[in-house]
């Protein structure tokens, strides 16, 4: 994805957000707007759950595919592992965005078995896109924070 798609999506999430947060009144005097990390953080959230679905996604789809089943499990794998990166643990020494990318990591792992283990299911190769576009808007407030 190109730095002007990331950056729509960037856009686009934020807007997201933004408009789904409680307005002023409704949160009350200590809320006075959402700042970067706050954004950050639901972001995360959001690719957090996206990578919970997607692996449970391949965990079906390993028991409705035996011929595919070990390169569907170990895309599940990969996507129950990414969700421990996807967090801002690392803000402070500067490596959050470099732990987010390790989730990104997994997924092209899983991208790379499904290629070489030549499996052709569509609603796969759709289902790790839709996650990549989640990863990308929370990996973009991440180093938008960090920078």
């Given at each position: 994805?190109?730095?002007?798609?990331?950056?729509?999506?960037?856009?686009a999430t934020v807007l997201y957000l933004?408009?789904?947060f409680p307005s002023r009144t409704e949160a009350g005097a200590e809320l006075v707007a959402p700042n970067g990390k706050a954004i950050?953080?639901?972001?995360?959230?959001?690719?957090?759950?996206e990578s919970v679905h997607t692996s449970d996604f391949f965990t079906g789809s390993a028991h409705k595919n035996p011929a595919s089943k070990?390169?569907?499990?170990?895309?599940a794998s990969s996507f129950k592992q990414a969700v421990q990166f996807l967090n801002l643990s690392g803000l402070?020494?500067?490596?959050?965005?470099?732990?987010v990318h390790y989730a990104l990591d997994l997924?092209?792992?899983?991208?790379?078995a499904l290629s070489s283990g030549r499996v052709?299911?569509?609603s796969a190769t759709a289902?790790?896109?839709?996650?990549?576009?989640?990863?990308?808007?929370?990996?973009?407030?991440?180093?938008f924070l960090e920078n």
């Open positions: 994805m190109g730095s002007r798609n990331r950056i729509m999506v960037f856009a933004f408009l789904h950050a953080e639901k972001a995360l959230e959001l690719a957090r759950k070990p390169v569907l499990q170990k895309c402070e020494g500067g490596t959050a965005s470099l732990d997924a092209e792992y899983c991208r790379d052709q299911i569509d289902r790790v896109q839709k996650w990549t576009a989640v990863y990308d808007a929370a990996q973009a407030t991440v180093v």
